[in-house]
């Protein structure tokens, strides 16, 4: 039984100059205590995955055209605010981006995060300031810095607080959304070890949100690739990274150089990312994929079976497995 | 912070000193000569000289000046030509009401205009949001004078509710006769005030501090008073202080059209009058009034954003 259970998602943005399909069509199952990886480049929909979740999807512009999201048996996207209110925070919670911008400016951290406790939590403000300092003392921060206002810190312990607020409540399920993009390489393996330490402890589930191949190595027990908001291929950890099968993800891994061999320039994957506004018909990735034939251009692949619990969308693995209906 | 503050009412000396030294300059270019508004036109030549010398006239200009910033600091503004009394008591018995016109107008401005602009902000291009911006276009381009006199029409001549003119008596009384003038030079403001607050609101609801806000859990009421409005506080408490102003500046108008007794209309009075010590003294406690408005809106900066507040204390740091 899955924790999280993604179906069909399609989800629009429509804007002046046309309507931008960020995601269409995916299905994604994430299990108890274990974390997904969702990689994929920018603009393929991974922030707008996490933001559909967190039913934070912008007012005006954002549309769900069709999905399910279901979290505890319960679908996510049919429920009220006010329900949605006692979920975020509470059951599933959001680590954001850019801990520069993710944090008032105006308010003290210890507040900050105290009111994450408060939202769910029928206690007294003095109480909900004590479990701030401790979740800031978990995190790695004095707890008599809860006083200070976030432009007192560097952008890594800016990191640190935007997860303690995400973790007051001890969230059942947690969204990181490329936690570590902004921060500097040490700062990066520092927070992410913390965000391992605390997800044992609190037996969370996770999906981490990167372009980074190397974090989902070490951190992720399955994995998703996705481009142009489509899941291209997912399977466990091992299977995905050592017999990857779509051409997509094969670009992807040689787009990284080696470190045994001597290379003078980086492998990229030729072309660009279809425009969201106009898509391929067939297969998103056949404007840039080497071995796209007329097929690819006319008939849109199936995800299909190419190992236990590894899936991957494209006509080369046609013949291996069962497709997924 | 203390020393910030201590530092600003210092920088108010200077400030005073050249506003009163080009206000001085202006009146002493002027034709009008004191010894005759004095005496009348019935004096003759050598009485008006025996005054002109006696209130020391013949001395050169910056010696007067100089006279005129000693007895300032003293408390002695000179003594009106009209009424034979201190200037000082007459500003000292119009200021009241001048300050409680403006204040009203200003607490006008904040209760009416940040709402407004919240719920306008809030509900972008819906039909409140597009309504009430072309009103507030409009409250801010109609000339105060007009607004007053309009008002007058519709609520004093059509509808009698409130008075048309002079301060009332009593609680009740003030407060009936404050409506239509202090509406009066409100309105600009107000159409300001929110203007400014749904552009500032708008800024902010697009920040991502907002989304984090909202994934903690917080209820959407609680984020737009404690997350959106607080940060979005700031350029408007920048134009509410302006406003304050040219609250004081529109004051002069709107006290002339409803007769109120303030410092306003006695300031044309004087010009009228060609009572020199009267209009300087005017022009002394506006400004003044100015920049102390000015010190406190920059105090108010400190309390509602606590990196400006930093600043402050690295100043101190660096001294």
């Known amino acids: 039984?899955?924790?999280?259970?993604?179906?069909?998602?399609?989800?629009?943005?429509?804007?002046?100059?046309?309507?931008?399909?960020?995601?269409?069509?995916?299905?994604?199952?994430?299990?108890?205590?274990?974390?997904?990886?969702?990689?994929?480049?920018?603009?393929?929909?991974?922030?707008?995955?996490?933001?559909?979740?967190?039913?934070?999807?912008?007012?005006?512009?954002?549309?769900?055209?069709?999905?399910?999201?279901?979290?505890?048996?319960?679908?996510?996207?049919?429920?009220?605010?006010?329900?949605?209110?006692?979920?975020?925070?509470?059951?599933?919670?959001?680590?954001?981006?850019?801990?520069?911008?993710?944090?008032?400016?105006?308010?003290?951290?210890?507040?900050?995060?105290?009111?994450?406790?408060?939202?769910?939590?029928?206690?007294?403000?003095?109480?909900?300031?004590?479990?701030?300092?401790?979740?800031?003392?978990?995190?790695?921060?004095?707890?008599?810095?809860?006083?200070?206002?976030?432009?007192?810190?560097?952008?890594?312990?800016?990191?640190?607080?935007?997860?303690?607020?995400?973790?007051?409540?001890?969230?059942?399920?947690?969204?990181?959304?490329?936690p570590t993009t902004a921060l500097d390489v040490t700062i990066q393996a520092q927070v992410l070890e913390m965000m391992q330490d605390l997800k044992r402890k609190f037996h969370t589930s996770m999906l981490l949100i990167t372009h980074d191949l190397g974090v989902v190595a070490q951190n992720c027990d399955r994995v998703a690739v996705i481009y142009a908001g489509e899941v291209v291929e997912y399977g466990g950890i091992f299977d995905v990274f050592k017999g990857m099968r779509h051409p997509y993800t094969k670009g992807l891994f040689s787009s990284i150089p080696q470190i045994q061999n001597e290379v003078t320039r980086l492998a990229p994957i030729p072309g660009m990312m279809p425009d969201p506004m106009d898509?391929?018909?067939?297969?998103?990735?056949?404007?840039?994929?080497?071995?796209?034939?007329?097929?690819?251009?006319?008939?849109?692949?199936?995800?299909?079976?190419?190992?236990?619990?590894?899936?991957?969308?494209?006509?080369?693995?046609?013949?291996?497995?069962?497709?997924?209906? | 912070m203390w020393k910030y503050i201590v530092k600003r009412i210092l920088m108010l000396i200077p400030v005073m000193l050249g506003t009163i030294l080009i206000v001085f300059f202006i009146m002493d270019r002027s034709e009008v000569d004191p010894a005759k508004v004095i005496l009348g036109d019935a004096a003759t030549e050598e009485t008006v000289a025996e005054l002109r010398e006696e209130l020391g006239l013949n001395d050169p200009f910056f010696v007067r000046y100089g006279r005129y910033v000693l007895d300032l600091v003293q408390g002695d503004m000179g003594e009106s030509y009209t009424y034979?009394?201190?200037?000082?008591?007459?500003?000292?018995?119009?200021?009241?009401?001048?300050?409680?016109?403006?204040?009203?107008?200003?607490?006008?401005?904040?209760?009416?205009?940040?709402?407004?602009?919240?719920?306008?902000?809030?509900?972008?291009?819906?039909?409140?949001?597009?309504?009430?911006?072309?009103?507030?276009?409009?409250?801010?381009?109609?000339?105060?004078?007009?607004?007053?006199?309009?008002?007058?029409?519709?609520?004093?001549?059509?509808?009698?509710?409130?008075?048309?003119?002079?301060?009332?008596?009593?609680?009740?009384?003030?407060?009936?006769s404050l409506v239509l003038p202090s509406f009066t030079i409100a309105i600009s403001s107000i159409a300001t005030v929110a203007r400014t607050t749904r552009a500032s609101m708008l800024e902010v609801i697009r920040q991502d501090y907002v989304d984090t806000a909202r994934a903690k859990g917080t209820p959407e009421s609680k984020i737009t008073s404690r997350h959106m409005l607080r940060n979005a506080l700031i350029?408007?408490?920048?134009?509410?202080?302006?406003?304050?102003?040219?609250?004081?500046?529109?004051?002069?108008?709107?006290?002339?059209?409803?007769?109120?007794?303030?410092?306003?209309?006695?300031?044309?009075?004087?010009?009228?009058?060609?009572?020199?010590?009267?209009?300087?003294?005017?022009?002394?406690?506006?400004?003044?009034?100015?920049?102390?408005?000015?010190?406190?809106?920059d105090i108010l900066y400190a309390f509602a954003d606590p990196r400006i507040k930093a600043q402050y204390k690295q100043g101190r740091k660096k001294r």
């Not at chain 2, 609520?155 to 003119?165: G, K, L, W, Y």
């Not at chain 2, 509410?240 to 044309?268: D, K, M, Q």
Request: net charge negative; hydrophobic share 45%; with cysteine.
């Open chain 1, 1 to 178: 039984m899955a924790f999280l259970d993604i179906k069909d998602l399609q989800v629009d943005y429509v804007t002046e100059d046309g309507v931008v399909h960020a995601l269409n069509g995916v299905d994604l199952e994430v299990m108890e205590g274990e974390t997904l990886g969702l990689v994929g480049e920018t603009g393929a929909g991974k922030t707008t995955l996490a933001k559909c979740i967190m039913g934070l999807l912008p007012q005006r512009t954002g549309r769900i055209r069709s999905g399910e999201i279901y979290y505890d048996g319960k679908d996510l996207l049919k429920m009220s605010l006010k329900e949605m209110q006692k979920i975020r925070g509470a059951h599933i919670a959001m680590i954001f981006q850019d801990p520069m911008t993710s944090l008032n400016p105006v308010l003290t951290v210890g507040d900050q995060i105290a009111e994450a406790v408060q939202n769910h939590e029928n206690c007294k403000r003095d109480e909900a300031m004590k479990r701030a300092e401790e979740m800031l003392e978990l995190v790695g921060i004095p707890a008599e810095r809860a006083g200070d206002y976030p432009h007192q810190f560097s952008g890594g312990m800016k990191q640190r607080v935007v997860i303690a607020i995400a973790l007051a409540c001890n969230p059942k399920f947690l969204i990181a959304d490329e």
């Open chain 1, 279 to 325: 898509l391929p018909e067939g297969c998103k990735f056949c404007t840039r994929c080497q071995h796209a034939t007329q097929r690819c251009r006319e008939e849109h692949p199936q995800l299909v079976q190419v190992g236990e619990g590894h899936w991957a969308r494209c006509f080369l693995c046609e013949q291996e497995g069962k497709v997924k209906e």
């Open chain 2, 235 to 297: 350029p408007v408490i920048t134009s509410v202080g302006l406003n304050f102003g040219v609250l004081l500046g529109g004051s002069v108008l709107t006290e002339t059209v409803f007769a109120w007794p303030g410092i306003g209309r006695y300031v044309i009075e004087a010009i009228k009058t060609q009572d020199i010590p009267s209009v300087l003294g005017c022009v002394v406690a506006l400004s003044i009034m100015f920049t102390v408005v000015n010190l406190l809106v």
């Open chain 2, 84 to 176: 034979r009394t201190p200037v000082s008591d007459q500003i000292l018995a119009r200021l009241p009401n001048t300050l409680l016109l403006a204040s009203t107008a200003v607490l006008l401005s904040v209760v009416i205009g940040i709402p407004l602009g919240v719920v306008a902000a809030k509900k972008q291009y819906s039909a409140f949001d597009n309504i009430s911006m072309v009103v507030c276009l409009f409250g801010s381009a109609a000339p105060t004078f007009w607004l007053g006199l309009v008002l007058v029409l519709l609520f004093s001549q059509m509808i009698p509710i409130f008075p048309a003119s002079s301060m009332g008596r009593g609680f009740w009384g003030v407060l009936r």
